[in-house]
């Protein structure tokens, strides 16, 4: 099972990105789904994640209110859209799925994880 991220770019403080994630199969159309983020030198970041048949989705503190998870379930495709983004939002974002379809925030949870797109914001 592979997960394909794209979207990723340079961007100017302000401007906003959509990425994408396509899994290899359509069997994730109920499965829960999540966003990932890693600036150099710091830590992963839990960024956002969707679920099924739960609650709508869950955002990291520092995307809250600008970032928006959604899933198109006839496409098999995740997206992330980043408005209003900060040259703090600077990283490498990964996809990542569940075998389960509770959602969660712990990258633990997550068994399947794609390779990341590169996001960069200038000021």
């Known amino acids: 099972v592979q997960l394909q991220a794209s979207g990723g770019g340079s961007v100017k403080a302000g401007d906003s990105l959509r990425l994408s994630c396509t899994a290899s199969r359509r069997t994730f159309s109920n499965n829960a789904m999540g966003w990932f983020r890693q600036a150099p030198g710091k830590e992963r970041e839990f960024v956002a994640s969707?679920?099924?048949?739960?609650?709508?989705?869950y955002y990291g503190d520092s995307v809250k209110g600008r970032f928006t998870i959604s899933r198109d379930i006839a496409k098999g495709v995740v997206y992330l859209q980043m408005n209003s983004l900060k040259p703090e939002d600077t990283a490498v974002y990964s996809c990542?799925?569940?075998?389960?379809?509770?959602?969660?925030?712990?990258?633990?949870?997550?068994?399947?994880w794609g390779q990341g797109t590169l996001v960069t914001v200038s000021s």
């Open positions: 969707i679920g099924w048949g739960g609650p709508a989705a």
């Open positions: 990542a799925a569940r075998r389960s379809a509770a959602i969660s925030m712990n990258a633990r949870a997550f068994d399947y």
